[in-house]
């Protein structure tokens, strides 16, 4: 009895750990949270033409409000160190994908899900303000990131984003090159090890 109650507390500590993942996609959510609006205006009766054209409205908006330059970097906290980021969508939203499900949920019929390029440029993790705001040396993310959106009454809702770097470059003489091995506390490195601490955590809920 006690070792099911291990378990079944252990599942819920991860269960709530990968939801957090899920939503915030980077450390908090939408990571430097763009300014832009998470909502988008469509009726009701609409077809579904005219609730892909909205959610494109609203994915394009995202896009706009994200895309930064290294000038204008975020200076952002992961508890206890500290980093500056800023991204870019280098095709914009021309080649995004859009995949929309219908379902018998009165207060969410429809939930979307856009998956777009994207290219995320972060320092190494520093456990000192100072010397993250000092550091210039920016590693390149480039991957996709899944936007999910859900439709409430008569509005489209962005329910939560997730990036997935494919690989990890760092700027060697002015051209990028693949990271070398011994760069380490890294954004993409932080999340690679809270993915693996959660297979291992559900590996020993499931016993697998």
Not at 105 to 132: C, I, Y
Not at 178 to 188: I, M, N, S
Request: charged share 30%.
């Amino acid at each position: 009895m006690t070792n099911c109650k291990s378990r079944a507390g252990l599942f819920i500590v991860a269960l709530a750990f990968a939801v957090a993942c899920t939503s915030c996609g980077r450390f908090g959510k939408d990571g430097g949270a763009p300014p832009a609006s998470s909502e988008a205006m469509v009726s009701e009766a609409a077809s579904p033409a005219d609730r892909e054209a909205s959610l494109k409205k609203l994915v394009e908006d995202y896009v706009a409000a994200a895309s930064r330059s290294e000038g204008s970097s975020q200076i952002l906290r992961k508890k206890p160190y500290w980093f500056k980021e800023y991204s870019v969508y280098p095709g914009g939203t021309q080649g995004m994908e859009i995949e929309m499900q219908e379902s018998d949920s009165r207060t969410s019929p429809v939930s979307a899900k856009v998956t777009l390029g994207k290219q995320r440029f972060a320092t190494k993790l520093h456990r000192k303000r100072d010397e993250a705001v000092a550091d210039a040396n920016f590693l390149r993310d480039t991957g996709t990131e899944t936007l999910s959106f859900k439709m409430r009454g008569d509005r489209w809702w962005r329910d939560g984003s997730l990036f997935v770097a494919e690989k990890t470059e760092e700027n060697v003489n002015g051209e990028w090159v693949p990271a070398q091995e011994e760069v380490e506390r890294t954004v993409a490195a932080e999340e690679e090890k809270e993915g693996n601490w959660f297979n291992r955590a559900w590996s020993t809920i499931s016993g697998r």
